[in-house]
């Protein structure tokens, strides 16, 4: 059975990339599972996808603990504890990965005995809605990854999912899942089946117990003061807003009211501050300020000053 973890943030097509690839595999006979794991978040909060592919008929339910194929469409993920990227992988897991770096220096970072591979990572646009696509490129390097999977299959599976979306969009994920396919040519079938794990080797879950306790003791405190806090959601921003004083008019009420999250705040002088612990990149500040004094710049260039604006 194969076994496939698609790793990335949401809004860049890790649903759509085990869509495609199960669709392929299940084009070529295979029995398939597939389906994508997030909570309630939004764009840019850390999500994973899995694939199951199988000549046979296929048991296992759930997540995928021990992967065979690790996928990581955003290399910052790698850092963030919460996205899990390397839950399960051991020295027969491959991992690839979408960055600027070498798989050597991933090798060294992570310490990892499996086999590490790269994807050249999106270049920088100004239009980030383009990221998207980076999910139809790992969809098509891990079916030429795996090596079971041909052009015609891929071409026919993206064209399936993506049915009722405009010409220009399948045609554009189309070519993003082309060029995975030719980048990983190199390493065709370099994936293998694992063997089905039977019922002797599963491991039973490490149970918590709860005592029963009464409603208003144990009932979810969901109207709890402060609540959010504790939740660094910053750490789902890949661009970046930041004020320029220069230019900033203190029209406060547009850029704090705006704020979905509420993490603009207004200090003594009436200058917003951005709270980038809570602040998740949506950029909506940036679309209303009226005097264009926010700007969005990407994540890994924040000023190298304490989290201030400039």
Request: glycine content about 6%; aromatic content about 6%.
């Amino acid at each position: 059975m194969y076994r496939i973890r698609f790793h990335g943030r949401g809004g860049q097509g890790m649903k759509t990339a085990s869509r495609i690839l199960g669709t392929a595999f299940f084009l070529e006979g295979l029995e398939v599972q597939d389906a994508p794991r997030y909570g309630a978040e939004r764009r840019g909060a850390p999500i994973f996808a899995y694939v199951r592919a199988s000549h046979s008929l296929i048991n296992e339910r759930g997540i995928i603990r021990v992967p065979d194929l690790v996928i990581i469409a955003d290399d910052s993920l790698v850092t963030v504890p919460a996205a899990g990227v390397l839950a399960g992988a051991s020295n027969q897991t491959f991992m690839l990965i979408s960055t600027s770096e070498k798989a050597t220096t991933w090798s060294h970072r992570l310490n990892f005995t499996g086999s590490i591979l790269t994807l050249p990572a999106p270049v920088e646009v100004e239009d980030r809605m383009e990221l998207r696509f980076v999910g139809a490129t790992c969809a098509g390097a891990a079916a030429r990854l795996c090596g079971i999977i041909n052009q015609t299959t891929l071409e026919q599976a993206v064209h399936d999912e993506l049915t009722g979306l405009p010409s220009t969009v399948v045609e554009k994920n189309l070519e993003k899942a082309l060029e995975g396919y030719t980048l990983m040519a190199e390493h065709e079938g370099c994936v293998k089946e694992a063997a089905m794990l039977s019922s002797e080797q599963y491991e039973i879950p490490e149970w918590i117990n709860l005592p029963f306790e009464e409603a208003s003791i144990s009932a979810p405190a969901i109207h709890s003061s402060l609540t959010s806090e504790l939740m660094p959601t910053g750490l789902w921003r890949t661009m970046r807003p930041v004020i320029d004083r220069e230019h900033c008019k203190k029209c406060w009420w547009i850029c704090s009211t705006s704020c979905p999250d509420g993490a603009i705040n207004i200090d003594a002088d009436n200058n917003p501050q951005i709270d980038y612990e809570h602040c998740k990149g949506c950029l909506t500040c940036v679309t209303v300020c009226p005097s264009h004094a926010i700007l969005a710049i990407p994540e890994h260039k924040k000023p190298t000053t304490e989290e201030t604006d400039s």
